[in-house]
């Protein structure tokens, strides 16, 4: 697949093919919802905390006697039965929104989102960004490029790019992030995406690898090892063979011990 190559002044200079370890992967919808859902619970915080009766403030005394009052059965004031005391099981700080997920099943889901975006035709190539720190030469980049202003765009640099950072974020709707750090949520947010310089590489070299490559050498391995297995056999029943016969005519040959001469 190729894209639209820009320079740093919004004109069209060629096409860059997208490679397909990243960009032509099998699109799962189930595995990118789930790598979309692991980001969102992993930044979620605990912020709701309500008090048990344990952390209420109040006297244990027994409020009333337990026979003879005709009321209910009453205990301390703190017990979650009486108003102004604990909750029992209201919502806590100390909870655990954490998901984890396999490493190749992060990088399948983020493959599958990249691929989606690409299909999609939002994705733009950007051959280098100058070092000037200036917000209204990059709008105007922007109103040269085939993307729509006030919509997502993110920028994905090879590196730390700290003019173009600096540039974009008095910008709004705009995200600027290094290769590394791509992430199913940011690609499938964004309206448009602009790989700058040597991102797709980068990226590809990270990201391409992909645990499809890596089993299927692992099955080749194993495949070679079972064709080999009987061959090897035949062949050490062949030298035992040979060392035998060897042994057998060596003994033949020799004198015998009982044999001695008169």
């Not at 709707?173 to 991102?199: C, G, H, M, Q, W």
Request: aromatic share 4%.
């Amino acid at each position: 697949m190729n894209i639209d190559l820009y320079t740093s002044t919004g004109t069209k200079s060629g096409t860059l093919a997208l490679p397909d370890v990243l960009f032509g992967g099998h699109i799962n919808m189930d595995l990118m919802h789930q790598a979309v859902l692991l980001q969102q619970s992993n930044r979620r915080g605990p912020i709701a905390h309500v008090k048990n009766r344990g952390e209420v403030r109040g006297s244990t005394k027994k409020v009333s006697p337990q026979k003879g009052t005709g009321r209910a059965r009453r205990g301390p004031i703190r017990s979650p039965l009486i108003r102004g005391g604990g909750k029992a099981f209201g919502p806590r700080s100390d909870a655990n929104f954490t998901k984890e997920m396999p490493k190749n099943m992060r990088h399948a889901a983020l493959v599958s989102c990249l691929s989606v975006q690409a299909k999609n035709g939002a994705i733009v190539g950007l051959e280098n960004y100058p070092e000037t720190i200036k917000t209204k030469a990059l709008y105007t980049l922007l109103t040269k490029l085939p993307v729509q202003i006030g919509r997502r765009i993110l920028f994905v640099v090879p590196e730390r790019h700290n003019a173009l950072w600096i540039s974009a974020r008095n910008i709004p709707r705009i995200k600027v992030i290094t290769a590394p750090y791509l992430n199913p949520e940011d690609v499938l947010l964004s309206k448009s995406i602009i790989f700058v310089a040597d991102s797709v590489e980068k990226a590809a070299a990270i990201f391409g690898k992909g645990p499809v490559g890596s089993r299927v050498k692992e099955q080749v391995a194993v495949k070679a090892k079972t064709e080999k297995g009987p061959e090897k056999a035949k062949t050490a029943k062949r030298t035992v063979k040979k060392t035998s016969a060897k042994a057998s005519s060596k003994k033949s040959s020799s004198p015998s011990s009982s044999s001695q001469p008169s």
